[in-house]
Each structure stands twice: as C-alpha cells, then as structure tokens.
C-alpha cells in the first residue's frame, strides 16, 4: 500500500509542478499589469512595471526560485503575497471543508437510498430534486439562498442566517461560534448543495450496479438480509469508483468556492483571485495557482488513499 | 425422508415471462438430483425461487417445505434465519460471487456467526477448519487472503466451505464447475460428494452439462422450458431415455470414444415464457402426433421412480428410431498428401510483466509451439485455461513477425510480409471467436455485418447483396434475417452470422476460437455440423481451439495438447485419444465427465483427478513443466526422475513412422 501511495504522489507532484509553471507563465505572459485597460493604482512600485520588462524566462525563473523558499513575491500594493494568501486560504478552507464534506456524505447518502428505493416514489423524488440543482448555476443558486434568507427574516422578525460578510462578533467566545454559524450556514448550505446532486447521481447509478452484484446475493444466501447484504458487502465496492471522481470534483469544487465568496461577500482566495486577474496582478494569481494545484493533488491523494482502504485488490495485486 | 419439496412451482418474471411454470421437485437426505436443462429452461429461476432470491417484480406460486416448512411467502427476516442455516447455496460463478472486499475466512466465519451466534474467534477458527477441510493449503494464512488472490478452483472451494458452514440440510449448487477447467471441475465434483457424505444434505445440482449429472447425481430431472420433461434413476434415464427431448439430447453430446456422428435436434430451445403449443417441444419434436396439440402432457411413470411427460410414451419405446442417425461424415483423403496452409515453428509470445507490480517477471504465454495444419484438415488445440491457446491464435492473426520462431500461412513467411502484402493474405484467414454477442458489432444489421470484409476488400459494388445472399444460404439462414440486429437472434444464428463472416472472402484457413463453447448442447451439435459440411464443400483448413475435449474428438482430424505455453502430445485424434502418450493428455481425458452413469463404477473419480491448479505461466518451472502436477512423476526411476527436473523434454514421435508426438521423459523411445 505504501508504495502504491509513494507513486502516485511522484506523479501527483510533477503534475502540480507543470501545472504550477503553465500557470505563472500563462499568467505572466498575458496580464500587462502597466499598461491599459487596467492601470496599475497609483502606489504599484516601479519595481512591477520593470520586472515586466524582462524576459519571461527570467521572470520564470526568479519567482520560482522564491516560491521554493516560500516567498511568492509582491502584490502591485508592493505588499508581501505570502501573509495575505495565508489568511485568505483559511477563509477559503472554512467556507469549502465544510461545504465539500456535507455535500459528499449527504450525496452518497442520497444516493444509495435512491438505488435501493429504485422507481419507488423517494426515488423519484430526489432525481427530480438532484436535476434541478444541477441545473441551476451556483451563482443563481447562492442568490436564490439569499433571497430565501431574506423571506425567513421577514417572517420571523428575527436575523436567522446572516447573508453576507464574514464572522466578526465580539461578544466572547461562545457569541463567536454562534456568529460563526450564523454566517456559515448559508454559502456552506450552497456549496454542498451544488456538489451533493453531483454526487448523489453518481453514488445511485454505482450503487444500482452493486445491487444485482453476484456477491450482495451470496451475501443473501448467506443468511443477511437485504439490507444487512447491501451495507456489508455491496456498499464498500459502490464506494471505490467514487473516490476516483472524488479527485475529479476537487477543481469544481474551488471554481464554486469563487462564485461562492463574490456573491456572500466573503474575503477568501477566490474573490482576491477575480480581482487580481482584472488589476493584471501576476503574482496573486500564480500564488492562488499554486494553492489550487496543491489542493488539487491533496485531493488526488486522499481519494487514492480511500481507495487502497477500500479496494484489496490496489493493496495486493494477484499472484 | 424427503428434506426438499417443490410442489407445483410457477415462476413469472417481469412484464410477463413465465419460467417455470409447474415443477415438482422431491429431494431425499444424503441424495444428490441433477437437474438439467438448456439456457431458458427455467434452471436458475427453480434454484432462485427455492432460496427466495429471485429479483423483485418476479412473482411466483406454489410451494417450496424444507423439511416440511413452507418457505415461499415469507418475509426476508424470516428466510434470512433459514438460508445459510438449513439451505445453503453455491453459485455459478466464484469469480463474482465473494466479496471482493473481505478476507475468505471473514466471509465464512460471518455466516456462522450469523447462525450459530459463536463469538468473533470462535467463527475465524473453525473457518480454518473448513478451508482445511475443502483443500486450501496452508488454511491458516489463507483465510486472511482476499477472493482474487485465489484461483477460480479455489474460489469454488471457498464456496462450499461457505455452504456446509452451519451443516444445512439442504444444498443448491447451480453451474457449480461451468467456469472452472475440467481438471478443476473433477476436483469441486469430488468435493461435493464429500460434502453430501459428510453432512448428509440434500443436494440440488442445477447444470447443463449431462456428463456432470452422470457423473455424480443419483437422480436427474430434465427441463425443458419451464417444465419437467424427464425425471428418474440416473442410470434408467441415461440407458433408456422415454422423451423425444431427453433422447435428442443424449444423441446430440459429442463423445470421447468418438463412436458414432451425433444427431442434432433441429430448432433451437424456446426463449424464457416458451411457445404457445401445449407441449412446449412439439415444435421440434420428430414422432409428435395430434395427440401433442390437446393439452400439455402430464408426468406418467415408465419404470420405477422414471417419468416423463410426454403424450405418447409408446413412441419412444426404441429411442434409436426417434432420431433418424447422421450420414457419416464425407471421408477426406489422408493428410499427407495435401500442401500444408499453416506452419508454425518454435513460436515464442512473452508479455512483459505488468508495470503497476514491481518486481513482476514476464509472462510466458506461448513458449516455444511447432505445428502444422495441411489444406482441408481440422487440427483441434485444446488445453486448460491460461496454456496459450488463444495467444496462439492471435500471434497468427497478427501475421507479423513473431518474438521467436517461424509462421508459415499458405507458404508466406509472415515475417516477410509487406503491408499490402499481409493485407491480400488476410482474405485467405479468417477467424470466428467464441461469444458471437460481443464479437459481432450490436449495431450493424446482419446484412451489414456480411457486407463489410466485402467493402473492405474492394469486392465490387454490385457483387456485394447477391455474396450476402448466398453467404446466408450457406449457413443455413433464412433471407429475411439479413434485416436483423445480432441482439435479435438466437444465439445457434449468432454463431452462424459469425462464421458467414469468416467465409466471406472465400477463405483457406479459418482460426475457430472456442465457436461452440457458448452454445446449448443442441445447437453446439448443429453448428459443429455446419462446420463440418463448409469444411467438405469448401475444402477449408481449421485451427480449432477448444477446453472440450469431446467436441475437438468430434471436430478434428489431428489434435495437439497445450500445457503452460508448450505443446505436450500432438497426433491423429484416434491416436491420441485412443492411446494417450503424456500423462496429462491421460489426466485430461480422465477428467471429462462422460455422459454414462455406469461408466462412474470404473474407477473411483477422486483417483483419477488431476491435483492443483492450471500453472502460472510467469513462473517457469525448471526441467518439465508439468512435473508438479505429474501423477507419474513420483513413481518414476532415480535416472528418469533426474532428467524431468533437469531436462524440458523435447517433442519425438511416441511410435516411429507415426506422427504421434510426445513431450514426456517417461515415453520409451
């Protein structure tokens, strides 16, 4: 197992580091941050603008020699691109985690209760329930929640949910959970939502195959009851194809963080990401590459990991 | 004491497909029934309505007591208490029916926890014991192995290590050996055996396979779509078989001893729900008289404990005069005198090993196989699975040059060859594979099907419906076929649009990988007279691949036997057959269950098994490859024994001036 591990985290990582270097030169060659239509704000040092000058390749080279050391370089504000990346990754981490989990157990949840109540009035329920969410864009469906939000104030007379912003009460500490929470719950609600229908499509056609499985019968024969054959023998084996797509849904699930924290107002990597691509910020947007790269094969790693755990047959291939 | 009652069963699948549709089925303590039947005869649908698994929408009445307890109308919670307690089951296929996820001795040790409530080390104990008991080597360390570290024999073993777990009083087996080689099959045979003797457990043993009833039940009941047909004595239905159907298909079971040309029933078995005719065979039944047209013919007793359901007994009473015999195939005359079409010298195909297993050796798949088939003349390759046989097919499909060794077709060097070249040769081979629904595309109609060798060739445009035609006459389909999906027939018609393929461009040698292994028995024999005819009239060259050793005595002119990538004993199938030279080529022969229940008191099977499993090709075995499963090895000379483990033996004719050759230490020369 843990050599498997070990190569797929060799190959994990060249792929981040192509990816990580496509994007700055992308980046680098394509945003122009001294010339118009986005001037730089009146403070971009000098310093910006001449290094623009240079070729690329030396460019290249410079900035990846400091992110070896941990210094992604400076913004156009001539500011440090490290301290502000870090405490935007945590806002990001604590909007998507929460979000990314609840959406993926609820989806596999779902999902296997589907197949098991298969053309049976629950079924039919969430395949109608699960297509409308795909089909509604994650912006509209943040939107949406807060209008919703909105119309439960108004008939409540109380603020339930906040809709907008991030937690910053003071009224110690159990007042910051609850403020927390409060701003937590709707664009952590949107997030899982966008993926759980994703997911809960998936898990039911997998599980659907598992169902018929020779050995969910022999489990049967065996003297389980369906249910107990279904959980026991046939869920685990529905579970190993969706930690492949669990890597695969890691990127979206970033791209729905960005929509995410432009419409709820919230200061993470995403919003600094849009912004930085309009103001021509190449080192923003190479730094918040690099996050995503990294969190991409984290996911990729994970998901291989489940499925060692999973899947005997990745641990130890046949004689 | 009868433990297992069925008691007018009907079984209905969704929307409206009967199954079975009235079975009675009495099963004693310590008595092993066959129960027989050709695909949509209802076999399944009997063992899946006797355990309560049948899939939801299937509807099903009548009755199923174990031990007087009415099963049928129960909830899952109360059956869940009955299976795997009192009523176990083995399934077809052990690649598929353990957990992948789980360690073989958890899978065990959980229905006896389920049961017998014993504690967790408890159960894992005696699921050692079991594993012992069933033939695992080294029980204690493989209990913690997962399913696909096993073979498939020792899968199948793990599965009836499952079934007796908890001492049931009644077992069905359905297909148990259909996916294993047949040396496998004659160990899991004997080991049911055991298992009845031991337990004393009623046993239901669903197959299609007549030589397997033959070989190990005491009683047998033939289905035929749904319904009883024949049930009795073995040995009183194998000697004196009173339906139409049973007789048709005893007739139609190639032999080993190769005596006489079977007669095919024509027609082919009715789909699942069966015609509308009251007696479901009277379509193709040759004696039916009106009698057959007024009601379905009820069970009447011909002997002691022998039934048969068919409306005018009286007719069968000489069973040689239901079906008229064969003409004896057209003799050919003697090989020697023909140019030969394929020669194949010293073949080498290795695989390298798979890149995700570190420290993986290369998989030595054919190793070294020399031989040669002359224009019109059939030669049979057989072997269990994983020798080589079909990497030897695909390495002269390729029709480039090999890793080692010559392939000669039609005295072309492939090696040689240009591309345009190897392209006109194409045209003179051709090959029809085993499952003629994944081979033929599910989305080409028949006719496009036939046409496409044609276009592929340039034939002209014009020529192309009138080859199409004819091809289908050739094959015996009827026109109106050429409109058809392959999804749309049966699969005797399947198998004949895949050799009507082959024959498009008029081929000389045809590679047959398995063509009839797919088929019911009686369209194997239908197809395999097809064969023989084309071969007449055509005077076409085969290389016929097949695990069956009965069906290549029927096909082949000469036979050559494959073990681990060589070639161990090849010559004139009578020789061969009549008086094998290798001890494998023995083994093999033993192995075959044969279609008579009185051949059973010849020897006692278990002597005669093969032990172990087919080889693993990627591990070499110095000297003689075979020498670890050689049931003469161990009695051998101190000089003999030296050579087997130094030494590969070398092919020499067995008998000088014959062509029989042997690969074997023991063979005096």
């Known amino acids: 197992m843990g050599s498997f591990l070990l190569r797929r985290l060799a190959g994990h990582t060249v792929l981040a580091l192509v990816a990580v270097s496509l994007a700055y030169l992308l980046a680098a060659a394509a945003l122009h941050p001294c010339e118009p239509p986005a001037p730089p704000p009146a403070a971009a040092s000098a310093g910006a603008c001449r290094s623009a000058g240079e070729p690329l390749a030396g460019r290249y080279r410079a900035w990846a020699t400091g992110v070896l050391h941990g210094d992604f370089g400076r913004t156009l504000d001539g500011e440090p691109v490290a301290g502000e990346l870090w405490r935007r990754l945590w806002v990001s981490a604590r909007l998507l985690?929460?979000?990314?989990?609840?959406?993926?157990?609820?989806?596999?949840?779902?999902?296997?209760?589907?197949?098991?109540?298969?053309?049976?009035?629950?079924?039919?329920?969430?395949?109608?329930?699960?297509?409308?969410?795909?089909?509604?864009?994650?912006?509209?469906?943040?939107?949406?929640?807060?209008?919703?939000?909105?119309?439960?104030?108004?008939?409540?007379?109380?603020?339930?949910?906040?809709?907008?912003?991030?937690?910053?009460?003071?009224?110690?500490?159990?007042?910051?959970?609850?403020?927390?929470?409060?701003?937590?719950?709707?664009?952590?609600?949107?997030?899982?939502?966008?993926?759980?229908?994703?997911?809960?499509?998936?898990?039911?056609?997998?599980?659907?195959?598992?169902?018929?499985?020779?050995?969910?019968?022999?489990?049967?024969?065996?003297?389980?009851?369906?249910?107990?054959?279904?959980?026991?023998?046939?869920?685990?084996?529905?579970?190993?194809?969706?930690?492949?797509?669990?890597?695969?849904?890691?990127?979206?699930?970033?791209?729905?963080?960005?929509?995410?924290?432009?419409?709820?107002?919230?200061?993470?990597?995403?919003?600094?990401?849009?912004?930085?691509?309009?103001?021509?910020?190449?080192?923003?947007?190479?730094?918040?590459?690099?996050?995503?790269?990294?969190?991409?094969?984290?996911?990729?790693?994970?998901?291989?990991?489940?499925?060692?755990?999973?899947?005997?047959?990745?641990?130890?291939?046949?004689? | 004491m009868s433990v297992l009652v069925v008691r007018d069963l009907h079984v209905t699948y969704p929307p409206d497909l009967p199954a079975v549709r009235g079975l009675d089925l009495t099963v004693a303590g310590g008595e092993i029934v066959g129960v027989v039947g050709e695909s949509g005869s209802g076999k399944s649908a009997l063992a899946l309505a006797v355990l309560g698994l049948l899939p939801p929408g299937a509807r099903v009445r009548g009755s199923v007591r174990l031990r007087g307890a009415e099963l049928l109308g129960r909830s899952d919670a109360e059956l869940a208490r009955v299976r795997g307690r009192d009523l176990a089951m083995v399934f077809q296929n052990p690649l598929s029916a353990l957990t992948p996820a789980h360690p073989v001795g958890d899978q065990i040790a959980e229905t006896i926890r389920l049961h017998a409530g014993a504690t967790r080390r408890a159960a894992r104990t005696r699921a050692v014991e079991l594993l012992d008991l069933v033939g695992i080597p080294d029980a204690p360390r493989s209990a913690r192995a997962y399913p696909h570290e096993f073979s498939g024999g020792m899968r199948q073993r793990v599965m009836i290590a499952m079934a007796v777990a908890n001492d049931p009083v009644a077992i069905v087996a359905d297909e148990p050996t259909t996916a294993l080689d047949v040396t496998v099959q004659a160990q899991i045979l004997g080991l049911l055996r055991a298992a009845r003797d031991a337990t004393g457990a009623a046993i239901v043993l669903i197959t299609h396979d007549l030589?397997?009833?033959?070989?190990?039940?005491?009683?047998?009941?033939?289905?035929?779509?749904?319904?009883?047909?024949?049930?009795?004595?073995?040995?009183?239905?194998?000697?004196?078989?009173?339906?139409?159907?049973?007789?048709?298909?005893?007739?139609?079971?190639?032999?080993?001893?190769?005596?006489?040309?079977?007669?095919?029933?024509?027609?082919?078995?009715?789909?699942?729900?069966?015609?509308?005719?009251?007696?479901?065979?009277?379509?193709?039944?040759?004696?039916?008289?009106?009698?057959?047209?007024?009601?379905?013919?009820?069970?009447?007793?011909?002997?002691?404990?022998?039934?048969?359901?068919?409306?005018?007994?009286?007719?069968?009473?000489?069973?040689?005069?239901?079906?008229?015999?064969?003409?004896?195939?057209?003799?050919?005359?003697?090989?020697?005198?023909?140019?030969?079409?394929?020669?194949?010298?010293?073949?080498?195909?290795?695989?390298?090993?798979?890149?995700?297993?570190?420290?993986?050796?290369?998989?030595?798949?054919?190793?070294?196989?020399?031989?040669?088939?002359?224009?019109?003349?059939?030669?049979?390759?057989?072997?269990?699975?994983?020798?080589?046989?079909?990497?030897?097919?695909?390495?002269?499909?390729?029709?480039?040059?090999?890793?080692?060794?010559?392939?000669?077709?039609?005295?072309?060097?492939?090696?040689?060859?240009?591309?345009?070249?190897?392209?006109?040769?194409?045209?003179?081979?051709?090959?029809?594979?085993?499952?003629?629904?994944?081979?033929?595309?599910?989305?080409?109609?028949?006719?496009?099907?036939?046409?496409?060798?044609?276009?592929?060739?340039?034939?002209?445009?014009?020529?192309?419906?009138?080859?199409?035609?004819?091809?289908?006459?050739?094959?015996?389909?009827?026109?109106?076929?050429?409109?058809?999906?392959?999804?749309?027939?049966?699969?005797?018609?399947?198998?004949?649009?895949?050799?009507?393929?082959?024959?498009?461009?008029?081929?000389?040698?045809?590679?047959?990988?398995?063509?009839?292994?797919?088929?019911?028995?009686?369209?194997?024999?239908?197809?395999?007279?097809?064969?023989?005819?084309?071969?007449?009239?055509?005077?076409?060259?085969?290389v016929f691949v097949s695990h069956d050793l009965a069906v290549v005595r029927r096909m082949a002119d000469r036979v050559a036997v494959m073990y681990n990538g060589r070639i161990v004993e090849q010559g004139a199938v009578g020789a061969v057959y009549g008086s094998p030279a290798h001890p494998y080529t023995r083994a093999l022969l033993d192995a075959v269950p044969v279609p008579d229940p009185s051949a059973r008191d010849r020897a006692d099977g278990r002597q005669r098994t093969l032990r172990g499993d087919p080889p693993d090709p990627s591990a070499p075995v110095a000297g003689c490859r075979f020498r670890p499963r050689c049931p003469a090895f161990p009695a051998l000379d101190a000089a003999t024994r030296r050579r087997c483990e130094r030494e590969e033996p070398p092919a020499l004719p067995v008998v000088p001036g014959t062509d029989q050759d042997a690969a074997c230490h023991r063979v005096p020369r």
């Open chain 1, 97 to 319: 985690l929460a979000g990314t989990v609840l959406g993926c157990a609820g989806g596999v949840l779902l999902g296997v209760y589907a197949a098991v109540r298969r053309d049976a009035a629950p079924d039919r329920i969430i395949t109608a329930g699960t297509f409308l969410l795909l089909a509604v864009p994650v912006f509209v469906l943040a939107v949406l929640a807060q209008i919703a939000a909105a119309e439960l104030d108004e008939a409540t007379g109380v603020r339930v949910v906040a809709w907008a912003g991030e937690p910053g009460g003071t009224f110690g500490a159990l007042g910051r959970a609850a403020d927390g929470l409060r701003h937590l719950a709707l664009p952590t609600a949107v997030v899982a939502l966008s993926q759980l229908a994703v997911y809960c499509r998936y898990q039911r056609g997998v599980t659907l195959d598992v169902l018929g499985a020779d050995h969910v019968r022999t489990a049967r024969a065996k003297g389980l009851r369906r249910r107990d054959a279904l959980l026991r023998h046939g869920l685990r084996a529905a579970l190993v194809p969706m930690t492949t797509y669990f890597a695969y849904t890691a990127g979206l699930a970033l791209l729905t963080g960005v929509f995410t924290e432009q419409v709820f107002g919230w200061h993470g990597l995403g919003e600094w990401v849009v912004a930085a691509i309009v103001r021509g910020d190449v080192n923003v947007v190479a730094a918040a590459n690099c996050v995503a790269a990294v969190a991409v094969v984290l996911a990729g790693l994970a998901s291989d990991a489940a499925r060692c755990l999973l899947d005997p047959r990745v641990r130890t291939p046949a004689p």
């Open chain 2, 211 to 542: 030589g397997v009833v033959a070989e190990v039940a005491d009683r047998v009941v033939v289905l035929y779509a749904g319904r009883e047909a024949e049930s009795g004595p073995v040995r009183d239905v194998y000697r004196r078989p009173r339906m139409p159907y049973t007789i048709g298909l005893l007739g139609s079971l190639p032999r080993l001893d190769g005596a006489r040309r079977p007669a095919p029933i024509p027609g082919a078995p009715p789909p699942a729900g069966g015609p509308p005719a009251p007696c479901a065979f009277r379509p193709r039944c040759p004696v039916g008289g009106p009698a057959c047209d007024v009601a379905p013919p009820e069970p009447v007793l011909v002997g002691v404990g022998h039934r048969v359901a068919c409306a005018d007994p009286a007719a069968t009473l000489d069973p040689s005069r239901v079906f008229p015999p064969a003409p004896a195939a057209p003799p050919r005359p003697p090989g020697d005198r023909r140019p030969p079409v394929l020669r194949v010298t010293g073949l080498v195909r290795h695989f390298p090993p798979r890149r995700t297993r570190p420290r993986g050796r290369p998989v030595r798949a054919v190793d070294g196989v020399t031989l040669e088939v002359r224009a019109g003349e059939t030669l049979g390759l057989v072997g269990e699975s994983g020798c080589g046989k079909t990497t030897v097919l695909m390495e002269i499909l390729r029709l480039d040059r090999p890793q080692h060794g010559r392939i000669t077709v039609l005295g072309r060097d492939t090696a040689t060859l240009t591309a345009s070249h190897r392209r006109a040769l194409r045209r003179d081979l051709q090959v029809v594979f085993q499952d003629p629904l994944s081979s033929l595309d599910p989305r080409m109609r028949v006719r496009a099907i036939l046409a496409q060798p044609l276009r592929t060739h340039r034939v002209a445009r014009a020529a192309v419906p009138g080859r199409v035609a004819e091809l289908l006459d050739l094959v015996g389909l009827e026109p109106a076929l050429a409109d058809r999906y392959p999804g749309a027939l049966s699969s005797g018609q399947r198998q004949r649009v895949a050799i009507a393929r082959a024959l498009a461009l008029e081929p000389r040698l045809v590679l047959l990988d398995e063509p009839v292994a797919s088929l019911d028995v009686s369209v194997q024999a239908q197809i395999m007279d097809l064969l023989q005819d084309l071969q007449a009239r055509l005077g076409l060259a085969y």
